[in-house]
């Protein structure tokens, strides 16, 4: 029987699937849902799979993970979330520069090794400006210096557990009488590294430690929270000085400019310029003079579909493309305008393109599952921006409500009438000014069903791409994509009914637990 089923040699392998130059070759827009990726050799555990990468050409996360810059996903809370799991958050623009400068600095001040540029405060201010200052920063323990500033003599420390239990009638008490003098504290001196400073906190089991100069003036700070961190958050994004790394969104108009000189005083490290359709002159306009007024501020572009679209931005100076046009589950660009393409599409065409310039894509929009991650990342994505997928999340803005027994939040487009309501940063993002008589939505308004934290959820996430790459093959990112501009790597078109089958099916009913 064997001899009527070997008609080759062994040896013979037929070529199977596509590469990625076929699968777009007839000029076909292709969703993720449109196409699989064809299984390689499995040699590795799916935790040796390294997902470092490029958000940009400076900046690298450990996740390629970045949530978007909407009012309804990414303020402080969202943002130290993700750095803490290795990705980044975007701060949204829909709001007052001041407003959005403070959530960056919320990030930058959430304390990781040395606090180099500590809040402080002085002896004459009383126990109600603490209270204030916890409300402001989200933290209560305080060095005291003489002239309550950074680089003053240091003369105390003040903790929550100092006026924690005082009565509002004795918020007009100085400070000096409750704080803890300078005779009390565990110090170290200027020059002290890491390792022995974290040695002190462990042996002293102090909250703080201050860092002082041989005059007894205040250099830095390490707080015992941040050993806890470091060792909870093993792939934290963190910039030279230690602290997490965190974004920010403007528009192109020049009124952001002022916006944009608070959030690099706040210290962000990176800028999207946030515009539906990124291949105007105002953006290219806007990416010259950033570069030119901070030339060490990355920068991302876009949104842009095309390799046209993406040349410009790339000849302007930019450190990084955002890919997408109409795909997110809450925009209606493609519907209204009639103008978009395909998510699978944009990502392979720009990608391809932007990588010979060592310019690294973010794949923005279309992602509902994890397998959607891993399809963007092997058609070139360095990251992927997640909208709809984090929004139902309990860092995301909002409160959550009910309605029908599912505990839900409230997820909205940027482009849709009650966000370009909320604040005209919004509408600068579709190009629609105040003065329009009639306001084009290009996105609606509607529910999330609650996913619980991000510290469970990205894990999730993390733990389904590096399975993903196992399955291809691929040991790292890195790997991955190389398999792919190879040919290395294989997919195959899905037809609707291999979609369906390659769903939950046949069933009378099920329970769909992912995590």
Not at 204 to 212: D, E, H, N, Y
Not at 237 to 255: F, R, Y
Not at 430 to 441: G, L, N, P, R
Not at 487 to 498: D, I, N, P, V
Request: hydrophobic share 40%; glycine share 12%; charged share 20%.
């Amino acid at each position: 029987m064997a001899d009527y089923l070997i008609t080759g040699g062994t040896g013979y392998v037929p070529d199977d699937g596509l590469n990625g130059a076929q699968l777009f070759a007839n000029g076909e827009g292709l969703t993720y849902n449109d196409f699989l990726i064809l299984p390689g050799f499995i040699d590795f555990s799916a935790d040796e799979v390294d997902l470092t990468s490029a958000l940009t050409r400076k900046i690298s996360l450990k996740a390629p993970l970045v949530s978007s810059p909407m009012d309804t996903v990414t303020e402080a809370r969202m943002a130290i979330a993700m750095a803490l799991c290795g990705g980044i958050g975007i701060i949204h623009h829909n709001c007052t520069p001041e407003f959005q400068a403070n959530e960056v600095r919320k990030v930058k001040k959430y304390k990781q090794g040395f606090i180099i540029d500590p809040v402080v405060m002085g002896p004459k201010q009383t126990v109600g400006d603490i209270w204030k200052y916890k409300q402001e920063y989200g933290f209560s323990g305080f060095p005291i210096t003489e002239n309550g500033k950074m680089g003053g003599k240091l003369v105390g420390l003040i903790t929550n557990r100092d006026v924690d239990f005082l009565p509002p009638e004795k918020y007009g008490t100085p400070i000096s009488d409750v704080m803890n003098p300078l005779d009390k504290l565990v110090l170290a001196p200027a020059g002290v590294t890491l390792n022995e400073a974290n040695k002190i906190l462990q042996e002293s089991r102090k909250g703080k430690l201050p860092i002082v100069n041989e005059s007894g003036e205040l250099v830095s700070l390490m707080a015992r929270t941040d050993l806890k961190k470091n060792r909870e958050f093993p792939l934290a994004s963190k910039d030279e000085k230690k602290q997490l790394l965190v974004g920010a969104a403007v528009s192109t108009h020049e009124e952001d400019r002022h916006r944009l000189e608070l959030l690099v005083q706040a210290g962000v490290d990176v800028v999207v310029l946030d515009s539906s359709q990124g291949n105007s002159i105002f953006q290219i306009n806007m990416i010259r003079h950033l570069k030119q007024l901070y030339p060490e501020l990355q920068i991302i572009g876009g949104n842009v579909v095309t390799a046209a679209q993406a040349k410009n931005l790339i000849d302007a100076g930019v450190d990084a493309l955002r890919v997408g046009m109409g795909s997110g589950s809450i925009c209606i660009t493609q519907e209204v305008m009639a103008v978009g393409r395909p998510q699978g599409t944009s990502v392979y065409k720009v990608a391809e393109y932007a990588r010979r310039f060592g310019v690294p894509v973010i794949a923005d929009g279309g992602i509902q599952t994890v397998g959607h991650t891993v399809k963007a990342l092997a058609l070139g994505a360095s990251t992927v921006m997640m909208g709809s997928l984090l929004a139902g999340t309990s860092e995301s803005p909002g409160e959550y409500f009910f309605a029908d027994g599912v505990r839900l939040k409230k997820y909205r487009g940027m482009g849709s009438l009650d966000a370009m309501e909320r604040h005209k940063g919004s509408a600068i993002r579709y190009f629609t000014s105040e003065s329009d008589k009639i306001k084009v939505a290009q996105g609606v308004s509607g529910n999330i069903v609650d996913k619980g934290t991000i510290h469970k959820f990205v894990p999730y996430l993390i733990a389904g791409i590096q399975h993903g790459c196992q399955d291809i093959g691929a040991k790292s990112l890195s790997v991955l994509r190389s398999m792919m501009y190879s040919g290395e790597l294989k997919f195959e078109k899905r037809t609707m009914s291999a979609q369906v089958e390659g769903g939950v099916h046949g069933l009378h009913s099920y329970e769909k637990r992912l995590f």
